[in-house]
């Protein structure tokens, strides 16, 4: 992934210059009337989640769901995710984004001024029912309703059966604690020619911070604290960072690499025992012929509480000179069937719905990987273990630069662990002040 940081200091000079002080006040009205309304669309899905998303899109401009006296049609525009957000801010900066545009919950605290609050435009207290709590607060930032909340894709562990089997496993018996998950390693690095785990699949920084994290605050670590400073190099973060260093050097369950994919080439061709990645796997895996299995990722040693990492989708409304409130109400309308009418973002992308009745539907429940997956990520959510990638005040935090360090801990490209784990607090630190 490309580094697509953009600072606030930038956004908030845009915003002065384009002079957009409110909401859409400015804003002019496009579409409407006997000519009906087009409601511009960007999202950055791909893989198995794109043509789910496009299949949603076609389903409202043919059945025109909404209730009210204008036909609608959604202009879809998918753009990949490491062109995404670069994208969308420079479109932002001409004064003309989209009418919606998927977001990331991570980015609607940074991103509060080129965005504009729900509230505005829908009647969020009657519809915050129709969806779950830990999805609402996701979306609520500051005493604004800042999205409306798709779904949450958080990680767990995906294991290869033949290779569990290969290696003296129980292949219908995944581990469930540290030192089951150690035993599973070590067989595999030693009885068989494949290799036992990989961080993330795409061997990348930012997937294995979602890793990392984890393991760090299963151990009672902190990443920030009040003031947004880094706290992740503490014991549970120096613990951790021994532990990847290990993993690619004594205990020989990875190479030392930093190439990318690495470990979605090695999984995906079986030559690999397990790794660690979101919801969205499971698309990709469906259409292999891997005999793949799935267990919660609460692994960590030395564990003193259940945390898994997660992130999740959610439908904005951009500021834009050219959409009038008729419009703004319409695009209103619209992210809200698009995030409480349709369960194949969970059957056939993986994710967990936001809304509540999606969760409780056939479609969701008879899902082909659901008794696999989805209701093992089902029963974290009710279990409250999951926290949220932190919505920070300043920079990308999906962004490679961020967690390079991670990256080169991994394949050894640094002297210790603790170099390494220095130069992230560093390397983050530095983010935060774009």
Not at 8 to 22: D, E, L, N, P, W
Not at 109 to 130: C, Q, S
Not at 312 to 320: C, Y
Request: proline share 5%; with cysteine.
């Amino acid at each position: 992934m490309t580094n697509n940081r953009i600072s606030s200091k930038s956004r908030r000079r845009f915003i002065k210059t384009a002079g957009v002080a409110g909401t859409a006040s400015l804003a002019g009205c496009i579409g409407g009337g006997s000519s009906g309304y087009t409601i511009a669309f960007w999202e950055l899905f791909s893989g198995g989640e794109g043509p789910v998303m496009e299949d949603i899109v076609q389903k409202f401009n043919e059945e025109q769901p909404l209730d009210v006296d204008e036909e609608v049609t959604i202009d879809r525009q998918r753009t990949p995710w490491d062109q995404y957000y670069n994208n969308l801010y420079t479109t932002l900066a001409g004064g003309s984004g989209p009418d919606l545009a998927v977001m990331h919950a991570a980015y609607l605290r940074a991103w509060d001024d080129t965005i504009v609050p729900m509230d505005n435009y829908i009647d969020t207290g009657e519809i915050e029912g129709d969806y779950l709590d830990n999805h609402w607060d996701l979306v609520s930032v500051e005493g604004e309703t800042r999205a409306l909340p798709m779904d949450l894709h958080p990680v767990g562990m995906y294991y290869n059966k033949a290779i569990f089997e290969e290696a003296g496993l129980d292949p219908e018996s995944p581990p469930t604690n540290w030192e089951e998950f150690q035993a599973a390693g070590n067989a595999i690095a030693e009885e068989t020619d494949k290799w036992a785990f990989s961080q993330t699949p795409y061997n990348d920084g930012f997937g294995s911070w979602r890793t990392w994290s984890t393991l760090v605050k299963q151990q009672g670590g902190e990443l920030f604290d009040d003031d947004w400073n880094p706290t992740f190099d503490g014991q549970a973060g120096q613990d951790t960072s021994e532990l990847f260093w290990n993993m690619t050097g004594d205990m020989e369950w990875s190479p030392q690499t930093t190439e990318a994919d690495w470990g979605a080439n090695a999984f995906e061709n079986g030559n690999l025992g397990m790794t660690m990645n979101g919801t969205w796997y499971v698309a990709t895996l469906e259409e292999s012929d891997i005999d793949w299995g799935f267990f919660k990722p609460t692994i960590a040693p030395n564990r003193t509480q259940d945390r898994v990492w997660t992130d999740g989708h959610t439908i904005v409304l951009p500021r834009s000179q050219d959409r009038g409130d008729d419009k703004s109400e319409i695009a209103a309308k619209v992210a809200h069937w698009l995030t409480t009418e349709n369960p194949e973002w969970g059957a056939r992308a993986g994710h967990l719905p936001a809304a509540a009745d999606i969760r409780e539907s056939d479609v969701f429940q008879n899902a082909s990987f659901y008794d696999k997956t989805l209701s093992k990520y089902l029963e974290m959510a009710e279990e409250d273990m999951y926290f949220y990638h932190p919505k920070v005040p300043n920079g990308d935090p999906n962004s490679e630069s961020w967690y390079q360090w991670l990256l080169d801990m991994w394949g050894h490209n640094y002297e210790s662990p603790q170099e390494a784990l220095n130069d992230g607090v560093s390397m983050i630190s530095n983010g935060l002040e774009e």
